[in-house]
């Protein structure tokens, strides 16, 4: 049985630090690659960051702020998040992408993070 959990969501104040996780399991985690996305209420999901099977990296909204980051041996990817802005507030789930052309797609439940002061 496939499974993403995430967690370290919860409430920071602005410019503040929190490091999301998720636990994978069910699958050849170390085969696939990972990525962070997150969804602000009434708004599209949108992708946060990337990282492939081998640890290269694609950085997408709020660059230089946020770094993703994988362990292969304990089947976790990260997702840190620095100088947090009150526009992140928002779900972030974690996603996995294999097979030859990426048709094997897991999804995350979700954790909230809110920015407020």
């Known amino acids: 049985q496939v499974q993403l959990v995430e967690s370290g969501g919860g409430l920071v104040q602005p410019g503040g630090s929190l490091r999301l996780s998720c636990a994978a399991s069910g699958f050849t985690f170390s085969s696939y690659a990972m990525s962070w996305y997150r969804q602000a209420p009434g708004k599209e999901r949108e992708l946060v960051a990337a990282?492939?099977?081998?640890?290269?990296v694609t950085h997408y909204a709020d660059s230089g702020r946020f770094t993703i980051s994988r362990d292969n041996a304990k089947n976790t990817v990260y997702l840190q998040m620095n100088s947090v802005k009150p526009e992140g507030t928002a779900v972030y789930y974690c996603?996995?992408?294999?097979?030859?052309?990426?048709?094997?797609?897991?999804w995350g439940q979700g954790t909230q993070v809110t920015v407020s002061s």
């Open positions: 990282i492939t099977n081998l640890g290269g």
């Open positions: 996603k996995a992408a294999g097979g030859r052309y990426g048709e094997y797609v897991y």
